[in-house]
C-alpha cells in the first residue's frame, strides 16, 4: 500500500483507531470481568466511540500535552466525548475537597518558600568577596533597568487571561486544582534548591547586602510581605539569593501552559501570543541581570516537563488504574487528585452563574444529571416496552 501524502495518512490511522474502539478483541483480556463484559473504568470510553452525538476534545495543536500523545492515548483520544454524557467527570465524588486540599497544598508551599527566601536573603554572598559568576548570556547583554519590571506586568496579564478562562470553562474546578498541585510542587522544589546553593549575585547593580532579620516578628514580617505580594518587585518587594531557579519564569510558563492546555484551537491567536510572552519574558528576566542564564533555563525545563508529565499521566487511563498501587505509592498525590479523571478534559466553555440570569446557555449541563442520564434513558424505554 502506496500512499504519498501525509494527510492521508493522517486520515487512515485515525479511522484504524475508531475501528480498534469499537472492537472488543482489540481490549486486552485483563479488561474484561467475569461476565466478560469491559470494565466500566473503559466502558464509557469505547460507548463515546460508538455515539453519533458526539464532539471533540478540541484541543489546540499548541498545547502542550498535544505533543505527548502516545499511542494509549491516541487510542482514547481518538474516541470523542458525547455533549451530555460525562461520567468521567463525577463531580460527586468529592472534587471540590480535592480543589481546596490543592490550594492548602499550595498555600502551605507559598509560605514556606517565601520563610525560605527571608533565610536566604539573610546569607547572600558579598559581591566584593564573591563577584558575579561568569555568563555568556548576561556578560555580553547591557543591563536594561525597566525590562524586570516589563515581565512583570507579563505576568499580571497573563494571570488575568487564565482568570477569565477559569470562569468561562466548565470543569475550572479541574484546572485550577492542577494548578495548584503543579505550582505547590514547583515552588516547593525551588525552596530546597535556594537553601542548599547560595549563589553570588548576578551583577553589581543590585543592592544585596545581608540583612539580619532578628526578632521573629520581622521574620513573619518580611515572610507575610513577599507572600502577599508574590515577590513582585513593582509592589516593593525586593529579595535577594533566590537564584536557582527563577520564580518569575515558574509563573509564565505554568500559566502559558495552562492557557494553551485548556482553551479550544479557536484561540490560535491567542496560543501565539501567550507563548510569545513567554520567551519574550524569559529574555526581559535576562537583560535585567536578575537571575543567571542557567536560573531561567532549569526553571523553563522543570515547570514544561512537569506539567507535560503530569497531563500525560493523566490523559491516560490506562496508565493509572483504580487497581493500581504502584502509583498510590509514588504519586499519593497525583493518585487521589485525578483518580476520577479519564481522559483529556473537554475544553466546554459556559456561561458563568450571574450571567445565567440574563441568557441561558445551551452547553450548562447538570453533572449529576449527566451521570444519571444513561439509566433514565434505559428506564424509559423499559416503560415503553410495558406499556406497548
Same mark, same amino acid.
Given at each position: 500500500?502506496?500512499?504519498?501524502?501525509?494527510?492521508?495518512?493522517?486520515?487512515?490511522?485515525?479511522?484504524?483507531?475508531?475501528?480498534?474502539?469499537?472492537?472488543?478483541?482489540?481490549?486486552?483480556?485483563?479488561? $474484561?470481568?467475569?461476565?466478560?463484559?469491559?470494565?466500566?473504568?473503559?466502558?464509557? *470510553?469505547?460507548?463515546?466511540?460508538?455515539?453519533?452525538?458526539?464532539?471533540?476534545?478540541?484541543?489546540?495543536?499548541?498545547?502542550?500535552? #498535544?505533543?505527548?500523545?502516545?499511542?494509549?492515548?491516541?487510542?482514547?483520544?481518538?474516541?470523542?466525548? #458525547?455533549?451530555?454524557?460525562?461520567?468521567?467527570?463525577?463531580?460527586?465524588?468529592?472534587?471540590?475537597?480535592?480543589?481546596?486540599?490543592?490550594?492548602?497544598?499550595?498555600?502551605?508551599?507559598?509560605?514556606?518558600?517565601?520563610?525560605?527566601?527571608?533565610?536566604?536573603?539573610?546569607? +547572600?554572598?558579598?559581591?566584593?568577596?564573591?563577584?558575579?559568576?561568569?555568563?555568556?548570556?548576561?556578560?555580553?547583554?547591557?543591563?536594561?533597568?525597566?525590562?524586570?519590571?516589563?515581565?512583570?506586568?507579563?505576568?499580571?496579564?497573563?494571570?488575568? *487571561?487564565?482568570?477569565?478562562?477559569?470562569?468561562?470553562?466548565?470543569?475550572?474546578?479541574?484546572?485550577?486544582?492542577?494548578?495548584?498541585?503543579?505550582?505547590?510542587?514547583?515552588?516547593?522544589?525551588?525552596?530546597? *534548591?535556594?537553601?542548599?546553593?547560595?549563589?553570588?549575585?548576578?551583577?553589581?547593580?543590585?543592592?544585596?547586602?545581608?540583612?539580619?532579620?532578628?526578632?521573629?516578628?520581622?521574620?513573619?514580617?518580611?515572610?507575610?510581605?513577599?507572600?502577599?505580594?508574590?515577590?513582585?518587585?513593582?509592589?516593593?518587594?525586593?529579595?535577594?539569593?533566590?537564584?536557582?531557579?527563577?520564580?518569575?519564569?515558574?509563573?509564565?510558563?505554568?500559566?502559558?501552559?495552562?492557557?494553551?492546555?485548556?482553551?479550544?484551537?479557536?484561540?490560535?491567536?491567542?496560543?501565539?501570543?501567550?507563548?510569545?510572552?513567554?520567551?519574550?519574558?524569559?529574555?526581559?528576566?535576562?537583560?535585567? #541581570?536578575? #537571575?543567571?542564564?542557567?536560573?531561567?533555563?532549569?526553571?523553563?525545563?522543570?515547570?514544561?516537563?512537569?506539567?507535560?508529565?503530569?497531563?500525560?499521566?493523566?490523559?491516560?487511563?490506562?496508565?493509572?488504574?483504580?487497581?493500581? *498501587?504502584?502509583?498510590?505509592?509514588?504519586?499519593?498525590?497525583?493518585?487521589?487528585?485525578?483518580?476520577?479523571?479519564?481522559?483529556?478534559?473537554?475544553? +466546554?466553555?459556559?456561561?458563568?452563574?450571574?450571567?445565567?440570569? $440574563?441568557?441561558?446557555?445551551?452547553?450548562?449541563?447538570?453533572?449529576?444529571?449527566?451521570?444519571?442520564?444513561?439509566?433514565?434513558?434505559?428506564? $424509559?424505554?423499559?416503560?415503553?416496552?410495558?406499556?406497548?
Amino acid at each position: 500500500m502506496a500512499i504519498k501524502r501525509l494527510v492521508d495518512v493522517k486520515k487512515l490511522w485515525y479511522h484504524i483507531c475508531l475501528l480498534q474502539c469499537q472492537q472488543k478483541k482489540f481490549y486486552p483480556s485483563h479488561l $474484561f470481568n467475569n461476565q466478560n463484559e469491559l470494565n466500566p473504568l473503559f466502558m464509557s *470510553t469505547k460507548q463515546q466511540c460508538l455515539d453519533d452525538d458526539v464532539v471533540e476534545h478540541n484541543h489546540s495543536s499548541l498545547s502542550p500535552t #498535544h505533543l505527548l500523545d502516545s499511542n494509549t492515548h491516541n487510542i482514547y483520544s481518538s474516541c470523542k466525548i #458525547h455533549a451530555e454524557e460525562k461520567p468521567i467527570f463525577n463531580a460527586s465524588r468529592g472534587e471540590k475537597r480535592k480543589l481546596l486540599v490543592s490550594f492548602i497544598y499550595a498555600l502551605i508551599s507559598g509560605i514556606w518558600t517565601s520563610f525560605i527566601m527571608v533565610v536566604v536573603h539573610n546569607r +547572600v554572598p558579598n559581591v566584593q568577596k564573591y563577584p558575579p559568576l561568569p555568563d555568556l548570556f548576561l556578560d555580553n547583554i547591557p543591563h536594561i533597568s525597566w525590562a524586570f519590571s516589563v515581565s512583570e506586568y507579563i505576568i499580571v496579564v497573563m494571570s488575568l *487571561t487564565f482568570l477569565l478562562i477559569l470562569i468561562f470553562h466548565k470543569y475550572w474546578n479541574i484546572i485550577l486544582r492542577r494548578f495548584f498541585a503543579l505550582g505547590g510542587t514547583i515552588f516547593f522544589l525551588r525552596s530546597v *534548591t535556594m537553601l542548599v546553593t547560595s549563589l553570588s549575585v548576578p551583577g553589581h547593580h543590585l543592592e544585596c547586602t545581608p540583612l539580619q532579620y532578628g526578632t521573629s516578628i520581622e521574620i513573619f514580617t518580611r515572610c507575610l510581605q513577599i507572600f502577599v505580594f508574590q515577590g513582585l518587585s513593582i509592589q516593593g518587594v525586593r529579595s535577594c539569593g533566590d537564584y536557582m531557579f527563577s520564580g518569575h519564569t515558574v509563573v509564565l510558563t505554568l500559566l502559558n501552559h495552562c492557557i494553551t492546555e485548556y482553551t479550544t484551537s479557536d484561540f490560535y491567536v491567542v496560543h501565539l501570543i501567550s507563548w510569545f510572552c513567554n520567551l519574550f519574558g524569559m529574555i526581559l528576566i535576562l537583560a535585567a #541581570h536578575e #537571575h543567571y542564564t542557567i536560573d531561567v533555563l532549569i526553571a523553563f525545563f522543570l515547570t514544561s516537563r512537569l506539567f507535560l508529565y503530569y497531563h500525560s499521566l493523566a490523559n491516560n487511563a490506562a496508565l493509572h488504574s483504580r487497581t493500581d *498501587t504502584r502509583l498510590s505509592i509514588w504519586f499519593p498525590m497525583f493518585s487521589y487528585f485525578e483518580k476520577n479523571i479519564q481522559c483529556m478534559v473537554p475544553n +466546554v466553555f459556559r456561561v458563568p452563574w450571574p450571567l445565567t440570569l $440574563f441568557r441561558v446557555h445551551e452547553d450548562i449541563v447538570d453533572d449529576k444529571q449527566s451521570i444519571s442520564c444513561d439509566q433514565n434513558r434505559c428506564n $424509559f424505554h423499559k416503560q415503553k416496552r410495558k406499556n406497548d
